[in-house]
C-alpha cells in the first residue's frame, strides 16, 4: 500500500531561476526502508521538506504537480497535520532542541498537539526508552554529545507518533560510530515499529544494509529508483558519482576483470560471506 | 561580569529553589514597594537585611554576595549623585535628614532592588521561570522565546569563540589598534556571529514547525506548579511584610538617622 | 616543522583534553590525525598555531616554542581551515574575503593582489570574484574558505573535519587537491574521522583516544590493526572489515582500498587456478 506517492513533481524556491526538483515521480509503499542520495544540490533535501509540507506551506515558492502522503494532499493541510503523520529529523542536532531539558523537549510536540498530561508522560516515557536514553531524561540538551543530541531529536519526533519519518542527512555531524548508532536506532523503528523511514545519506557504506529501496536523484530529477542491488550495481549510480559502498566497488572491479561473483554485497558481512563461499571451492 | 555571575542559576535544591517562581516573584514585587516607600536609613537597612536568612537557607551567599560587589559601582555613582544632588538643592529632600543620609538611602534602595532580584534569580532555574510564566497565562510565544533564548546562551558563547579563533588564526589581532581600529576588528566576528544566529533561526522555525507548532490554541504541558506549604508560608511572609510595611510608613513616626544621631 | 613534547592542556571547564602527548611532523609531511569526536584531535591541532598552548609541556614551530609566539605570528607559518566556513566569512566579496588575512599580515597591495589572484585561480573561483561568499553554495564558501588561508602560503596547512557535508565527488576533488598541496612541498594535517577518506590518501596517521595517541604510522599499518582501531573507536574501512573476516584463508590483511584489495584477490586467483 503506497504511503507517499508523487506524480511529476516540480518546486522552484522563491527566487530561484531554476526548479529544484523537476518532474519527480516517486511511489514509497507502506513499512519500507526507503535511501535517497545523490550529489549535493540534487534536491534531496527539497524532497525531504516536501513530504512533511514545509514545502509548500514554509517555504512559499512555486509548488507543481501531485504529493499525496499518509492519505493527505499535503497542499490542502498546514504543517501541523502533517506533523503528526509524517516525523523529520533534519541535519544539525544542536538546532532541534529548543528546551532545557531533554523530557520537555520530547513533550514538545505532544504539548503543541494539547495532549493530556497522563498519556503526554506515557508517550514520553515511551519515546525516550526506544531510542535508548531514558539515563538523559533530566540533562540539558547542551551537555549532550552529537550523537545523543540527534537520538533525543529522533525521540522528540517519534513521541508523535508518525506513521513516516524522514531523516534529512542525520550524521553529518557524528563520527562513524556515532553514525552507526543512529542508523540502528532507525532500523530498530522500521523493523520493529513499522515506521517507513526516509533516509537520505551520503554513507552509504554505512547505512545502505538497511534499505530495500534506493533512490539516486541528480539535479533536480530522479534518476534511478529500485531495489539496493540494481541501482548500486549500476553503471549510472557510478557515472552521477555516488559513493557507493566499497565493497560493491570491489564486485565491480573483480567483475570487470573476468572474476564473476555471485551476488550483489553492499556490505563487509555479506562480501566477506560470499567471498568465503568462492574461496572455498 | 560579576553582577551577571550573582544572577546566574546553579543546579541545587533548597527550600527556597523549591518555591513557586509566582510567590517568589511577589515576595520581590513587595520588597520593591516596601523599599520605595520609605526614605529613611533605619527601614531601609531593616529591608537590607531582611533576606539574608533566606539567602543563607538557599546556600547562595557567594553568589549573592558577587552580586551585590558587581552592584557596588552603580551604587557608588548614586550614592555621589544624590549627595551633590542633595547639596545642591536641599528643598527637595526630606527635612528630616542631612544630604549624606539622603544620598546613603537611596544607594541602598537601589542596593534592596538588586539584592531582592539576585535572590530571585538564583534560586530560580530558567525552566522553573517559564513554566511558572506559561501558567501565568502569559502567551506561549514569550515564554518560549526566553526559553529558547537561555538555552541558546551557551551556544552561542561557543560560537562567539570559535568565530574568534578563526579569525585570529587568520591574523586578526584584537588587541591592537587605537580604539576605532579596535572597534572595527570585531566585525568579522560579529557578521559571522549574526549570519550564524539568523541560520540557526531558520533551522529551528524549521524544526518547530515539523513538530505541530500551532496545532493546538489550548497547549498542554508536561509539568504543572503546584503550591506547597512552603509558598504559603512565603506569601504570609509576604504579606506581613506588606502590611508592615505600610502601616508602619503611615501610622509610625519614621526617625531618620540623623534624628537619631546625639545633638 | 612541528614538535609536540610530552604536552598536556586542561581547558577552564577542567576538563583533560591531552594527556602527554608527543609527535614530531617533518617538512612536507602528510599526516591525518584521526580519532573519535572527543578523542582531542581539534585540541591538539590548536596547539600548533597558538589557539591554545599547553598547561604542561611544549610545542615547537619551526624550532620556537609557541609560548614565545603571537597567535598572529604562528598563524603566519600554520595555516588552519575551519570545519564551518560560515565561521570566518564575512566579507562582501571573495576577493575582500581572501585579502582579508593578507591585510592582516601586512603584505602590500601589490603582492597582495597578485596572491588574491594566484588563489581564486588555484581553487577555480575566478568567475566569483566580485561575489558575496554570502551568495555562494556550501561547497563553493568552503572553497572560498581554503582560498583565503592558502593565499598567505603558509608552510603548514592544517584542515578540520574537511570532508563533513561533502558528497563523493567533491571528496574526491578535495583529496586530489590535498595530494597536490603536498606535492608540492606543504606540511599538510588533517584532522577527520573519515577512515575511507584517509585509506584513499594513505598519508601518515596519527591516531588519538581520549587525550593521548594510540598508534602512529603508516595508514595501512594502522588502519588494519584490529587492536588499534579498537581501542580509539574507529571502524576500519569496508575493505578491510572484509579481509579481517577472511583471515583464516591466508589473504593479507593489511589492504585498505579497493585497488590493493583487487590485486590480491586476483593473485589469490590466479594461484588457485595454477593450482588446478
Redesign the interface.
Known amino acids: 500500500m503506497a504511503i507517499i506517492e508523487t506524480k511529476n513533481l516540480t518546486y522552484t524556491y522563491p527566487g530561484a531561476t531554476k526548479p529544484s526538483i523537476r518532474d519527480a515521480s516517486l511511489t514509497i509503499e507502506k513499512g519500507e526502508f526507503v535511501i535517497i542520495t545523490?550529489?549535493?544540490?540534487c534536491g534531496k533535501t527539497t524532497l525531504c521538506?516536501c513530504f512533511?509540507g514545509?514545502i509548500p506551506?514554509?517555504y512559499a515558492g512555486q509548488l507543481e504537480g501531485e504529493l499525496t502522503v499518509a492519505g493527505f494532499k499535503v497542499v490542502e493541510h498546514?504543517?501541523?497535520?502533517m506533523?503528526?503523520r509524517v516525523?523529520?529529523v533534519?541535519q544539525?542536532p544542536?538546532?532541534?532542541?529548543?528546551?532545557?531539558?531533554v523530557?520537555?523537549d520530547v513533550?514538545?510536540?505532544?504539548?503543541?498537539?494539547?495532549?493530556?498530561?497522563d498519556e503526554?508522560?506515557k508517550r514520553?516515557d515511551w519515546a525516550l526508552q526506544t531510542t535508548d536514553i531514558e539515563e538523559l531524561r533530566e540533562r540539558?540538551?547542551?551537555e549532550l554529545?552529537?550523537g545523543q543530541q540527534q537520538r533525543v531529536?529522533i525521540a522528540?519526533?517519534l513521541a508523535?507518533q508518525p506513521d513516516i519519518m524522514v531523516f534529512d542527512?542525520p550524521t553529518?555531524?557524528?563520527?562513524?560510530?556515532?553514525a552507526?548508532k543512529i542508523f540502528e536506532v532507525i532500523n530498530e523503528l522500521n523493523k520493529k515499529l513499522g515506521v517507513t523511514v526516509i533516509l537520505v545519506e551520503?554513507r552509504l557504506?554505512?547505512a545502505s544494509k538497511y534499505a530495500d529501496h534506493v533512490v539516486i536523484m541528480d539535479d533536480g530529477k530522479i534518476v534511478l529508483n529500485g531495489k539496493p542491488r540494481e541501482i548500486f550495481y549500476s553503471e549510472t549510480a557510478r557515472l552521477i558519482?555516488?559513493?557507493i559502498?566499497?565493497?560493491t566497488?570491489?564486485w565491480q572491479?573483480?567483475q570487470e576483470?573476468g572474476?564473476k561473483l555471485e551476488g550483489f554485497p553492499t556490505?563487509?558481512?555479506e562480501?566477506?560471506r560470499l567471498?568465503?563461499e568462492v574461496?572455498k571451492t | 561580569m560579576s553582577v551577571f555571575e550573582g544572577f546566574r542559576f546553579r543546579h541545587v535544591s533548597s527550600p527556597i529553589h523549591r518555591r513557586d517562581p509566582r510567590v517568589k516573584f511577589l515576595y520581590v514585587l513587595v520588597m520593591f514597594i516596601a523599599a520605595v516607600m520609605f526614605y529613611e536609613l533605619p527601614p531601609l537597612l531593616v529591608l537590607f537585611f531582611l533576606p539574608t536568612p533566606f539567602v543563607f537557607l538557599a546556600g547562595v551567599q557567594r553568589q549573592w554576595l558577587r552580586s551585590l560587589r558587581g552592584a557596588m559601582f552603580l551604587a557608588t555613582f548614586l550614592f555621589v549623585f544624590n549627595l551633590i544632588f542633595g547639596y545642591i538643592s536641599p528643598g527637595t529632600i526630606p527635612w528630616s535628614m542631612s544630604p549624606l543620609e539622603y544620598a546613603f538611602s537611596m544607594s541602598l534602595r537601589f542596593l534592596v532592588l538588586v539584592e531582592s532580584f539576585s535572590v530571585f534569580f538564583l534560586t530560580t532555574s530558567p525552566d522553573h521561570l517559564s513554566l511558572a510564566l506559561e501558567q501565568s497565562h502569559v502567551p506561549y510565544e514569550f515564554t518560549f522565546a526566553f526559553t529558547t533564548a537561555v538555552r541558546f546562551v551557551p551556544v552561542l558563547a561557543e560560537e562567539a569563540q570559535t568565530i574568534m579563533d578563526a579569525q585570529k588564526a587568520r591574523g586578526l589581532e584584537l588587541e591592537r589598534g587605537n580604539f576605532m581600529k579596535r572597534v572595527r576588528n570585531y566585525i568579522p566576528i560579529l557578521i559571522p556571529l549574526i549570519v550564524s544566529a539568523i541560520r540557526r533561526s531558520l533551522e529551528l522555525a524549521e524544526a518547530m514547525e515539523s513538530r505541530a507548532w500551532g496545532a493546538s490554541k489550548k497547549r498542554t504541558n508536561l509539568y504543572v506548579l503546584k503550591m506547597r506549604e512552603g509558598d504559603f508560608i512565603l506569601i504570609i511572609i509576604s504579606i506581613i511584610l506588606l502590611v508592615t510595611a505600610i502601616y508602619v510608613r503611615y501610622f509610625v513616626p519614621v526617625p531618620s538617622f540623623t534624628m537619631l544621631l546625639p545633638k | 616543522m612541528i614538535e609536540v613534547k610530552d604536552v598536556y592542556f586542561t581547558y577552564p571547564t577542567e576538563v583533560e583534553a591531552l594527556k602527554g602527548v608527543s609527535l614530531s611532523i617533518r617538512n612536507g609531511e602528510f599526516v591525518a590525525i584521526m580519532g573519535q569526536n572527543g578523542a582531542g584531535k581539534t585540541t591538539l591541532v590548536k596547539q600548533f598555531n597558538g589557539l591554545l598552548k599547553p598547561t604542561k609541556g611544549e610545542v615547537l614551530v619551526d624550532s620556537v616554542s609557541t609560548r614565545d609566539l603571537s597567535i598572529a605570528q604562528l598563524a603566519r607559518k600554520v595555516g588552519f581551515v575551519f570545519q564551518n566556513p560560515d565561521h570566518q566569512l564575512f566579507s562582501e566579496t571573495v576577493e575582500e574575503e581572501i585579502a582579508f588575512a593578507l591585510r592582516n599580515f601586512g603584505f602590500k597591495e601589490a603582492t597582495l593582489k597578485r596572491r588574491v589572484t594566484w588563489a581564486l585561480n588555484l581553487l577555480g573561483l575566478t568567475e566569483y570574484r566580485k561575489t558575496s561568499p554570502f551568495m555562494l553554495s556550501g561547497g563553493e564558501r568552503k572553497r572560498v574558505a581554503l582560498a583565503s588561508v592558502l593565499a598567505w602560503n603558509p608552510k603548514v596547512v592544517i584542515l578540520d573535519e574537511p570532508t563533513i557535508g561533502q558528497d563523493h565527488r567533491q571528496k574526491e576533488i578535495l583529496r586530489q587537491f590535498i595530494v597536490q598541496l603536498n606535492t608540492q612541498g606543504k606540511t599538510v594535517v588533517i584532522v577527520t574521522h573519515d577512515v575511507e577518506f584517509v585509506a584513499e590518501c594513505s598519508p601518515r596517521v596519527v591516531l588519538m583516544a581520549q587525550g593521548q595517541i594510540v598508534a602512529d604510522g603508516d595508514a595501512q599499518r594502522i588502519l588494519t590493526d584490529p587492536n588499534v582501531t579498537l581501542r580509539a573507536s574507529i571502524v576500519p574501512p569496508q575493505v578491510t572489515q572484509i579481509f579481517l573476516k577472511l583471515a583464516d584463508f591466508g589473504l593479507p590483511a593489511d589492504v585498505i582500498d579497493v585497488s590493493e584489495a583487487m590485486k590480491v584477490l586476483v593473485e589469490y586467483f590466479e594461484e588457485e587456478k595454477g593450482k588446478r
Open positions: 545523490g550529489p549535493s544540490g521538506r512533511n514545509l506551506h514554509f498546514p504543517i501541523y497535520e506533523a503528526q516525523g523529520l533534519f544539525n544542536e538546532n532541534q532542541l529548543f528546551a532545557l531539558s523530557e520537555k513533550a514538545f510536540g505532544l504539548e503543541n498537539l494539547g495532549v493530556p498530561r503526554m508522560r514520553v540539558a540538551p547542551h554529545s552529537g531529536a522528540c519526533v508523535m542527512e553529518s555531524f557524528l563520527d562513524p560510530l556515532g552507526q551520503h557504506d554505512l558519482g555516488v559513493g559502498p566499497k565493497a566497488h570491489l572491479r573483480l576483470h572474476i556490505s563487509s558481512e562480501a566477506a567471498l568465503r574461496l
